[in-house]
């Protein structure tokens, strides 16, 4: 089994950055995709970039030239770097891993940019 631990959310104004990462440990050989989702209070959860071995990425309408998606395999580490942040980004931000025979979640980090 994949353990997900994400890190970096907070409290960050309007216009301003962040950096989150999400570190995988455990079984953690196969992992294709990567990606990140986020859910906002009373909403369904969405994605918001992916990221596969190779490096090609994937990014919602919401993300595209705000946020930079990245990985470091050798690390089994992948980052969301979120600038231009605005309030409708609030969110609880979670990481995904696919394999070819499951999927695993983070238990999430809160990201909130107050309007």
């Known amino acids: 089994q994949v353990r997900l631990v994400e890190s970096g959310g907070g409290l960050v104004q309007a216009g301003g950055s962040l950096s989150l990462s999400c570190a995988a440990s455990?079984?953690?050989?196969?992992?294709?995709?990567m990606g990140w989702y986020r859910q906002a209070p009373g909403k369904q959860r969405e994605p918001v970039a992916q990221?596969?071995?190779?490096?090609?990425?994937n990014y919602a309408d919401s993300a595209k030239g705000r946020f930079t998606i990245s990985r470091d395999n050798a690390q089994n580490t992948m980052y969301l770097q979120m600038n231009s942040l605005k309030p409708e980004d609030t969110a609880v931000y979670y990481c995904?891993?696919?394999?070819?025979?499951?999927?695993?979640w983070g238990q999430g980090t809160q990201v909130t940019v107050p309007s």
């Open positions: 990221i596969t071995r190779t490096g090609i990425t």
């Open positions: 995904n891993i696919l394999r070819a025979w499951d999927s695993s």
């Open positions: 455990g079984s953690i050989f196969g992992i294709n995709t």
